[in-house]
């Protein structure tokens, strides 16, 4: 099945929640001290305890690289295709570059790593994510309108009368979607963005960061980005969900989170 096969089954299934692998060491359960896989295990047991709660999960990749992790990356991946294998996994590793060096990061995510989507910055233009898209069963998620404090510094300039990030939107609809495998990013900090990307993008699905701890409009998410009622929208809780609690009833605590979330967008969709 090809990632959007399977986001549209999670779609269908009821939840438009990912939930955001970043590992914080300093901030897991005393448990792990000591514990040399314990990226691995923490990974698991969140994994375990929220799979039936979401439409994908989304291991961001400096968190693993910055502490010499790539193989309980690696790891974490594979027990999800293993273990929960109707879930697709996002690498959020925000790549982009220079053609020859593009299909090579393509390489990393879905061969390497064996992640069904992978996060790319299309900055550098079409021939930069044009290697990721040629990948035709594989999500390839482009940053439209980023969810950081600054992400209108750049990304709102208007250009020919129009911002940045919605000339990347329509390219993104209009040129990059020939196999029909490509999605945006778009924050939840910027609802209103959302609402003008949605018009020159209908059909493509959005990977919303930004809830929770980066204080995102979930009320303005849903009504701004959906496609239809349950459709359209992979929104990410990283922070909020896995350090729910520090205790040992963590995945308990992350599970309520993901729980409370799932339940916030259907009522919010009305579903
Ligand atoms: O615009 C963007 C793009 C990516 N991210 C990533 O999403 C998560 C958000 O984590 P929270 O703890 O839920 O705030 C994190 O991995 C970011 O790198 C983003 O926040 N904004």
Redesign the pocket.
């Known amino acids: 099945m090809t990632f959007i096969e399977q986001l549209r089954q999670r779609w269908q299934a009821g939840t438009q929640v990912c939930v ?1 692998l ?1 590992p914080f060491l300093d901030r897991f359960p005393a448990r792990f001290e000591g514990d040399n896989l314990a990226i691995f295990h923490f990974n698991r047991d969140i994994i375990d305890a929220t799979a039936d709660l979401v439409c994908c999960f ?1 291991p ?1 990749f400096a968190h693993y690289a910055a502490v010499e992790a790539e193989a309980e990356l690696k790891a974490t991946i594979r027990y999800i295709k293993d273990v929960h294998p109707d879930l697709p996994v996002i690498l ?1 590793s ?1 790549r982009g570059d220079i053609g020859s060096t593009a299909g090579m990061y393509a390489r990393e995510a879905f061969e390497h790593y064996g992640a069904d989507a992978v ?1 790319v910055n299309p900055y550098m233009g079409s021939d930069t994510v044009l290697p990721f898209a040629e990948h035709a069963d594989k999500g390839v998620i482009l ?1 439209c309108r ?3 404090p600054s ?1 209108a510094e750049f990304q709102n300039l208007e250009i020919d009368g129009e911002p940045l990030y919605i000339h990347v939107a329509r390219r993104a609809q209009q040129h990059w979607n020939a196999n029909g495998n490509i999605s945006l ?1 778009v ?1 939840a900090t910027a609802p209103e963005e959302m609402a003008r990307i949605r018009d020159v993008a209908p059909d493509l699905p959005f990977l919303v ?6 204080g995102g409009d979930l009320e303005g998410t849903v009504r701004n980005g959906q496609t239809a009622p349950g459709e359209g929208l992979m929104i ?5 969900v896995l350090y729910a609690s520090q205790g040992e009833d963590f995945a308990e605590a992350a599970r309520e989170e993901a729980l409370k979330l799932r339940d916030r967008i259907r009522a919010l969709s009305g579903v």
């Open positions: 955001g970043d989304k961001q959020d925000k996060t940053l980023t969810s950081n992400a990013v924050g960061p930004g809830i929770g701890a980066q990410n809780s990283s922070r909020g």
